[in-house]
């Protein structure tokens, strides 16, 4: 597709429930980068990939949570157990250039709510 | 570490006015890069400019116009003659070497452009 395509873009679970949330980035782009925004904040970093290697996962929160994108293109980040304070919009981008800076493409999200 | 700051929460002006959305930024790297993101209500960012450290040339782009100085470690853009669809929420971010890969984003500035 033309943009970064995630889905599902809305999910409800259960506390306790696991998720997986997945992202298709634009064709071509090396660097896949996943963001945590809750509610009136600006996105807070998870973990990223170049290809298929995850080069920084500092942001992951717990080891509830762990992303893989095993051939270097679509990615699924998998939340364990879930908890309320999980809640958030999940934000995928991916990026073209293998250097550090490169301008970020981002999907519309997967907004999270648990109950 | 890095860090961005966009003070103003929200802000809200008359069709046509000009209006001037602050970030200040903080790293101990002498390389680094800022972006301004936006966010529509649909949710998804999208990439507005991309600034190198050592390029403080303002750069201005139809009614776009960003004003970097490294002397107050600021990042500012302005919107000229502001119409309705700019309203969405601003957001500021850098990229510094010392956490090459990880874009850190201010809490994003909301702004409300009414007819």
């Known amino acids: 597709g033309a943009g970064v395509s995630q889905s599902p873009r809305y999910k409800v679970a259960k506390r306790g429930q696991d998720v997986a949330l997945r992202c298709d980035p634009i064709?071509?782009?090396?660097?896949l980068f996943w963001y945590q925004q809750a509610l009136g904040q600006g996105p807070e970093f998870l973990t990223y990939f170049q290809n298929e290697a995850q080069l920084d996962k500092s942001g992951l929160p717990s080891d509830r949570f762990f992303a893989e994108r095993p051939e270097g293109s679509v990615s699924t980040l998998k939340i364990q157990r879930t908890q309320q304070e999980d809640s958030a919009v999940y934000l995928c981008?991916?990026?073209?250039?293998?250097?550090?800076?490169?301008?970020?493409?981002f999907g519309e999200g997967s907004r999270l709510t648990v109950l | 570490a890095q860090k961005v700051t966009q003070a103003q929460t929200e802000i809200s002006v008359v069709e046509k006015e000009d209006v001037t959305l602050d970030c200040v930024y903080e790293t101990r790297d002498t390389t680094y890069y800022l972006f301004w993101y936006k966010q529509p209500p649909s949710g998804e960012l999208v990439f507005l400019i991309r600034r190198n450290s050592f390029d403080e040339q303002n750069e201005i782009s139809g009614r776009y116009s960003w004003n970097f100085q490294k002397s107050t470690s600021s990042f500012n853009f302005t919107i000229t003659a502001s119409q309705v669809v700019d309203s969405a929420v601003y957001f500021c971010?850098?990229?510094?070497?010392?956490?090459?890969?990880?874009?850190?984003f201010g809490d994003g500035t909301t702004l409300t452009v009414k007819p």
């Open positions: 064709s071509g782009h090396v660097s």
């Open positions: 981008a991916s990026s073209l250039p293998t250097g550090r800076a490169g301008e970020l493409f």
């Open positions: 971010a850098l990229i510094d070497n010392t956490n090459a890969g990880k874009s850190t």
